[in-house]
């Protein structure tokens, strides 16, 4: 059990630069996704002898605009450092890299997010940012180092323009880990630096701690939802272990997701094992006031101003404002090209969050694909037929279920006669059935209002959920009324 332990936990989070066309330090395409093996290559990002680096100027912005919308402090002179280790990822045996130490300097200090935690605002403090390259691909034939009989390797990534974002342990469970990483993603998706829908484009090392033990760093989890399960195993193996009288030993440790366990890796390197020094290739360049300010006025609008907006404009509660920006910035701009087409956003929000996200969790889709089949065009067909009361609310859950699991529009379903039903004179057809069928439930239903929705339930089965839920209702109690009195105890 690990309820009521204080827990410490620190995230470095590796994010790819995606809007960068090139690498960080030589030509080639940045995107390498479904290319043929190493065929994404050059001299420079292969680290052949005699090949020189030249920084990619467009990832010097990039990250200066994540450092501002941090509220970091950005240094005066951006150096690049090399950090040496052996492994067939990395041609070169170093991995150009920042580093926070004598002779060196990240590209930003300090900084802050701010994240909503039961309702209360949390901040949590960012350690450093860097700029760095990201190594290979090694490629275990079998899907595991232990069964592989060989490893190949793939270097098209080699050399692709990372930021590592680094912050202090002020996160104190895995749900605030998962809740700032879905914050910060959507900082980074506001700036356009990079498309999180990208296999791989964020990955995440999640450092943790319980009091009285080491600190363990779970590598590379490829998801918010899978970083709040690895953290809550972790957590989870730390107390035992500490209860039955162990020590936790400080180490590196992996996230099995199959398994939905975190395995010992390795110990943990020390900083001195990295021979860190300034990279003599790429001479410090000066980051002037200039620059900093001509980012500083192209930021977009971010997400926290983009709540109070939302909240100002749509008159939206604040949970719905939070959910639409936060879980994708598809989703917000979908929602505010929506409102324009026809208005009644307070409909629009409660639909997109509470039936939209449903259906695209349950069928896991992304948030996109989601968005091409309940399109602008269709929701505003929505709102117009609950308007109309074509659609009850209820049978609205429905076409937006069929919408998205079955890609038709709206008009289809109406078409095909799938409309509420409001006859006065045939509903009451039916709930005078329902109420000849259940003698029994009726008797209850007049003692007690609750059992009142079995009956409007067995209608509803009757009229295959197209009978209108309210009117329903209405003739059930009048009946129930007349019933009474017509019969009474
Ligand atoms: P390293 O270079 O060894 O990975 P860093 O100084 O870069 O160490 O810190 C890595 C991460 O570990 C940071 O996110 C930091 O917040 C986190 N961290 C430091 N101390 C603890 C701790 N006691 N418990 C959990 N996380 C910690
Ligand atoms: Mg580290
Ligand atoms: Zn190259």
Not at 362 to 390: F, I, N, P, Q, S
């Given at each position: 059990?690990?309820?009521?332990?204080?827990?410490?936990?620190?995230?470095?989070?590796?994010?790819?630069?995606?809007?960068?066309?090139?690498?960080?330090?030589?030509?080639?395409?940045?995107?390498?996704?479904?290319?043929?093996?190493?065929?994404?290559?050059?001299?420079?990002?292969?680290?052949?002898?005699?090949?020189?680096?030249?920084?990619?100027?467009?990832?010097?912005?990039?990250?200066?605009?994540?450092?501002?919308?941090?509220?970091s402090q950005v240094s005066k002179l951006l150096v690049f450092t090399r950090k040496h280790y052996f492994y067939p990822d990395l041609p070169k045996n170093y991995q150009i890299s920042q580093y926070d130490g004598v002779g060196s300097l990240p590209i930003a200090k300090g900084g802050y997010v701010k994240i909503e935690s039961n309702s209360s605002i949390k901040?949590?403090?960012?350690?450093?940012?860097?700029?760095?390259?990201?190594?290979?691909?090694?490629?275990?034939?079998?899907?595991?180092?232990?069964?592989?009989?060989?490893?190949?390797?793939?270097?098209?990534?080699?050399?692709?323009?990372?930021?590592?974002?680094?912050?202090?342990?002020?996160?104190?469970?895995?749900?605030?880990?998962?809740?700032?990483?879905?914050?910060?993603?959507?900082?980074?998706?506001?700036?356009?630096?990079?498309?999180?829908?990208?296999?791989?484009?964020?990955?995440?090392?999640?450092?943790?701690?319980?009091?009285?033990?080491?600190?363990?760093?779970?590598?590379?989890?490829?998801?918010?939802?899978?970083?709040?399960?690895?953290?809550?195993?972790?957590?989870?193996?730390?107390?035992?272990?500490?209860?039955?009288?162990?020590?936790?030993?400080?180490?590196?440790?992996?996230?099995?997701?199959?398994?939905?366990?975190?395995?010992?890796?390795?110990?943990?390197?020390?900083?001195?094992?990295?021979?860190?020094?300034?990279?003599?290739?790429?001479?410090?360049?000066?980051?002037?006031?200039?620059?900093?300010?001509?980012?500083?006025?192209?930021?977009?609008?971010?997400?926290?101003?983009?709540?109070?907006?939302?909240?100002?404009?749509?008159?939206?509660?604040?949970?719905?404002?939070?959910?639409?920006?936060?879980?994708?910035?598809?989703?917000?701009?979908?929602?505010?090209?929506?409102?324009?087409?026809?208005?009644?956003?307070?409909?629009?929000?409660?639909?997109?969050?509470?039936?939209?996200?449903?259906?695209?969790?349950?069928?896991?889709?992304?948030?996109?694909?989601?968005?091409?089949?309940?399109?602008?065009?269709?929701?505003?067909?929505?709102?117009?037929?609950?308007?109309?009361?074509?659609?009850?609310?209820?049978?609205?859950k429905d076409y937006i279920k069929r919408i998205i699991s079955e890609n038709i529009d709206p008009d289809d379903l109406i078409t095909k006669g799938y409309t509420s039903i409001m006859d006065l004179d045939y509903l009451s057809k039916v709930v005078e059935e329902v109420f000849k069928e259940n003698p029994k439930a009726v008797e209850d239903a007049k003692r007690?209002?609750?059992?009142?929705?079995?009956?409007?339930?067995?209608?509803?089965?009757?009229?295959?959920?197209?009978?209108?839920?309210?009117?329903?209702?209405?003739?059930?109690?009048?009946?129930?009324?007349?019933?009474?009195?017509?019969?009474?105890?």
């Amino acid at each position: 059990m690990s309820e009521g332990v204080k827990v410490k936990i620190g995230l470095e989070i590796h994010v790819q630069i995606t809007s960068l066309k090139t690498k960080l330090f030589c030509s080639c395409p940045s995107d390498y996704r479904g290319k043929p093996p190493n065929t994404n290559v050059c001299p420079v990002c292969l680290g052949l002898p005699g090949a020189l680096p030249v920084v990619n100027k467009q990832a010097i912005h990039e990250a200066l605009k994540v450092a501002l919308a941090l509220n970091s402090q950005v240094s005066k002179l951006l150096v690049f450092t090399r950090k040496h280790y052996f492994y067939p990822d990395l041609p070169k045996n170093y991995q150009i890299s920042q580093y926070d130490g004598v002779g060196s300097l990240p590209i930003a200090k300090g900084g802050y997010v701010k994240i909503e935690s039961n309702s209360s605002i949390k901040v949590v403090r960012i350690r450093r940012i860097n700029i760095e390259e990201d190594p290979g691909r090694i490629i275990y034939p079998t899907g595991s180092m232990a069964t592989s009989p060989y490893t190949l390797i793939d270097y098209n990534r080699s050399g692709v323009a990372l930021l590592e974002i680094v912050t202090e342990p002020d996160i104190e469970s895995p749900r605030e880990a998962r809740m700032f990483i879905d914050k910060l993603t959507s900082i980074l998706e506001h700036l356009g630096v990079t498309n999180p829908d990208l296999e791989g484009a964020i990955r995440v090392d999640a450092n943790v701690s319980i009091e009285g033990a080491e600190r363990v760093e779970i590598k590379n989890i490829g998801s918010p939802k899978e970083v709040e399960k690895a953290l809550l195993y972790e957590i989870a193996r730390q107390a035992a272990i500490i209860k039955s009288g162990g020590r936790v030993s400080r180490e590196t440790r992996h996230w099995d997701k199959t398994r939905g366990i975190t395995i010992s890796s390795r110990a943990k390197e020390l900083e001195e094992d990295y021979r860190y020094f300034p990279d003599p290739d790429l001479p410090p360049i000066p980051i002037t006031e200039e620059l900093i300010e001509k980012v500083r006025k192209s930021l977009p609008e971010l997400p926290d101003d983009r709540i109070s907006r939302f909240m100002k404009e749509y008159k939206l509660s604040r949970y719905l404002a939070h959910v639409i920006v936060i879980r994708s910035k598809a989703l917000a701009d979908a929602f505010e090209n929506i409102v324009r087409k026809c208005n009644n956003a307070d409909i629009i929000a409660s639909i997109l969050v509470n039936e939209f996200l449903r259906w695209v969790d349950e069928l896991d889709l992304t948030v996109e694909e989601g968005l091409r089949r309940l399109t602008a065009d269709r929701m505003c067909k929505l709102v117009k037929y609950l308007k109309e009361k074509k659609l009850s609310s209820k049978l609205l859950k429905d076409y937006i279920k069929r919408i998205i699991s079955e890609n038709i529009d709206p008009d289809d379903l109406i078409t095909k006669g799938y409309t509420s039903i409001m006859d006065l004179d045939y509903l009451s057809k039916v709930v005078e059935e329902v109420f000849k069928e259940n003698p029994k439930a009726v008797e209850d239903a007049k003692r007690n209002p609750k059992a009142i929705n079995y009956l409007v339930g067995q209608v509803m089965k009757k009229t295959k959920g197209r009978a209108d839920p309210q009117i329903t209702y209405e003739l059930i109690t009048r009946r129930l009324r007349e019933n009474g009195s017509q019969h009474p105890k």
